[in-house]
């Protein structure tokens, strides 16, 4: 079983960053791919990006390129969702995720264990 706990969400101003923590127990870690996906109000749930446990390697949608950043400390075993330059249409209830298969999947449907979300809010 995989516990999976967002923190740090909350209000931030447009052009603004906020940083975004996952943190994990249970499972090996290190087999497994983790991402993060948003859902706004209304719309269906998006990629936002993943890492490989194991690698530290990324990979994120076109959309989020250049303004995200993931990363994992693996002694607090805890992921982190970095947003720079932060938009108001970036408003969402943001998830961590973890694929047991491993890394690259950009499908929600892959994801076997998911974190309760947090509501990150970005004002004009």
């Known amino acids: 079983q995989v516990h999976l706990v967002e923190s740090g969400g909350g209000l931030v101003q447009a052009g603004g960053s906020l940083r975004v923590s996952c943190a994990v127990s249970?499972?090996?870690?290190?087999?497994?791919?983790m991402g993060w996906f948003r859902q706004a109000p209304g719309k269906e749930r998006e990629f936002v990006g993943t890492?490989?446990?194991?690698?530290?390697?990324?990979f994120y949608p076109d959309s989020m390129k250049g303004r995200v950043t993931i990363s994992r400390d693996n002694a607090r075993n805890t992921m982190f969702l970095q947003m720079n330059s932060l938009k108001p249409e970036d408003t969402a209830v943001y998830y961590c995720?973890?694929?047991?298969?491993?890394?690259?999947?950009?499908?929600?449907?892959?994801?076997?264990?998911w974190g309760q979300g947090i509501q990150v809010t970005v004002s004009s």
């Open positions: 249970g499972g090996t870690l290190n087999r497994y791919g």
């Open positions: 890492i490989d446990w194991r690698r530290g390697t990324t």
């Open positions: 995720a973890a694929d047991l298969h491993g890394f690259g999947s950009t499908n929600f449907g892959s994801y076997e264990y």
